[in-house]
């Protein structure tokens, strides 16, 4: 009985112990864990970051009215995905595509991209990004982390990323 009480409550704690950013404006919401920092930062392009130690998440929404009536399958081509390793081959030393593919994310169809890079010449950075779009906006969700800390946070922030719903 007392164990049956104390998952109970663990449970229970699991469940209050969270954050929910809802945006008004570009229609969507995410959860971060309580003891996630959270920063609201529409001026350098993220509207949303969220860190806790060397992991952060964040989203960035791009409206498009050329987005407007297609799928992500349309948008996220092979010229996107040439685009995308150009510009952060551009940013980063050593970078390094590991995968690219179309997937589910909560019910949504998202194009999935990941990468290796150097972080500070002596790290590896590991990051994966989600693409979706929906309502003439372009969704970006990014998780990234060095590589030496990315298998213990790697359960929470795909947590914080399957979490990510449209709200209209």
């Not at 971060?32 to 930062?41: C, G, L, N, S």
């Not at 169809?109 to 990051?127: Q, V």
């Not at 309502?135 to 399957?162: H, Q, V, W």
Request: with cysteine; proline share 2%; glycine share 4%.
């Amino acid at each position: 009985m007392k164990k049956a009480v104390i998952v109970l409550l663990f449970s229970i704690s699991l469940v209050y112990s969270q954050q929910v950013y809802q945006s008004q404006l570009n229609g969507f919401k995410i959860t971060y864990p309580d003891d996630w920092e959270i920063v609201k930062d529409e001026n350098s392009g993220k509207e949303i970051s969220g860190k806790s130690g060397a992991a952060d998440v964040n989203v960035v929404v791009k409206e498009n009215k050329s987005f407007a009536n297609k799928t992500i399958e349309q948008i996220a081509d092979e010229n996107f995905k040439n685009a995308l390793v150009e510009m952060y081959s551009s940013i980063f030393d050593n970078f390094e595509l590991l995968k690219s593919e179309f997937v589910s994310l909560n019910g949504n169809s998202a194009y999935s991209f990941s990468y290796k890079c150097d972080l500070f010449g002596e790290h590896k950075l590991l990051s994966i990004q989600y693409f979706l779009v929906n309502n003439s906006r372009l969704y970006g969700i990014t998780a990234a982390c060095p590589e030496e800390f990315f298998k213990p946070n790697e359960k929470i922030m795909g947590d914080i990323i399957n979490s990510f719903a449209f709200t209209e």
